[in-house]
């Protein structure tokens, strides 16, 4: 996993495309430039029973690029990242910023790699491959791609990896998180997101481990006893709340710049505390009315009721093993109350 930021400023967790995936891929392609540039070879080697010699050099040349060069750049170009070999893996090419490929991108891409692979034989290729982090090769530094792996488990691609614990829902909603820094969060996430498959003596110390470097940044302490699973599973829910929670805000402020409505869910509620301040002098503007039937919206579910069916749910093992957050499940709970995470949307929206 890695992280891409998109052109609005958006952090986006992408699988970057193994070295194995993108040989075979690559392979796949070279077989099928092979076949074509055989035929095209023929082809040019049957002219010079009617044209002399130069003209079969010539055209024998124009063929090798077009074959060399041209298959890349235009499948990539049509398909939108993808040639014959990608589609069969799996794989894609997109910007930096997670666009789709463009022709000038294609076209550098598919010049260094006349170099890298019909040259070295690859070797530059799987040098800066090994050297960078995201695995790309000369062809993507110079034109400033990465390749991407789209076809992932479901389990990735379906369901929040961390959710609320009802248990700590009340502590998540004092919590300072602005010391968290990204990586941490992601190695959490990643964590989480492979917990099942972990042994249990592993997990409880790769858990203890990270669990303590999030406690470190953040305030208020957890109450005692809590699992490390189990807690970062609700910091990184209230981390996600809260992102969610501002980007609505932001795009609401930004619709009413335009005189647009703002569609999407609300922002979190402010204490009224935050509110107090001077009062704003001057006669308030009112909006004028909206015409027209309001639409409802299905009803919410109930706070805590669990996801709906078929939706995957992070529920914690029958045996957690031995170690010093034993017993959490036990601990008694606080007051049954609304959790801003749970909160439905408003009428309409």
Excluded at 8 to 16: G, P, S
Excluded at 67 to 72: E, R
Excluded at 235 to 243: D, F, G, M, P, W
Aim: with cysteine; aromatic share 8%; net charge positive.
């Amino acid at each position: 996993m890695a992280e891409l930021v998109t052109g609005e400023a958006v952090a986006l967790d992408i699988r970057v495309a193994r070295l194995a995936s993108r040989g075979c891929a690559m392979l796949l392609d070279l077989i099928f430039q092979m076949m074509i540039l055989y035929v095209v070879v023929y082809i040019t080697a049957m002219t010079s029973l009617v044209a002399d010699e130069a003209w079969t050099i010539g055209l024998t040349l124009l063929g090798t690029v077009a074959v060399l060069v041209g298959y890349p750049c235009l499948f990539e170009t049509l398909l939108r990242g993808r040639t014959l070999g990608k589609m069969a893996v799996g794989l894609r090419v997109v910007g930096d910023d997670g666009g789709p490929i463009r022709f000038r991108q294609a076209l550098v891409r598919a010049l260094a790699g006349v170099i890298e692979f019909w040259t070295f034989y690859g070797s530059p290729a799987l040098i800066t491959s090994f050297c960078n982090r995201r695995g790309k090769r000369l062809g993507d530094l110079f034109a400033g791609t990465i390749v991407i792996q789209e076809r992932v488990p479901a389990s990735v691609l379906f369901g929040p990896v961390a959710v609320m614990p009802p248990q700590l829902a009340w502590w998540a909603r004092t919590l300072e998180l602005s010391m968290l820094p990204d990586e941490l969060a992601m190695t959490a996430r990643q964590y989480l997101s492979r917990f099942w498959e972990l042994l249990p003596e592993v997990r409880d110390s790769l858990g203890q481990r990270i669990a303590s470097q999030v406690v470190a940044v953040i305030s208020p302490p957890p109450p005692p006893g809590v699992r490390p699973e189990i807690l970062l599973s609700a910091v990184l829910a209230e981390r996600r709340h809260r992102e969610e929670a501002r980007l609505a805000e932001r795009r609401a402020r930004r619709m009413r710049r335009l005189g647009l409505p703002a569609w999407g869910p609300a922002p979190a509620p402010v204490p009224a505390m935050a509110m107090a301040g001077p009062p704003v002098a001057g006669p308030v503007r009112q909006g004028p009315p909206v015409a027209g039937p309001v639409r409802q919206g299905p009803p919410a579910p109930p706070p805590f009721s669990g996801p709906a069916p078929g939706q995957p749910q992070f529920l914690p093992p029958a045996d957690y093993g031995a170690g010093p957050y034993q017993g959490v499940l036990n601990a008694p709970r606080p007051p049954a109350g609304p959790h801003p995470q749970q909160a439905p949307y408003p009428p309409g929206r």
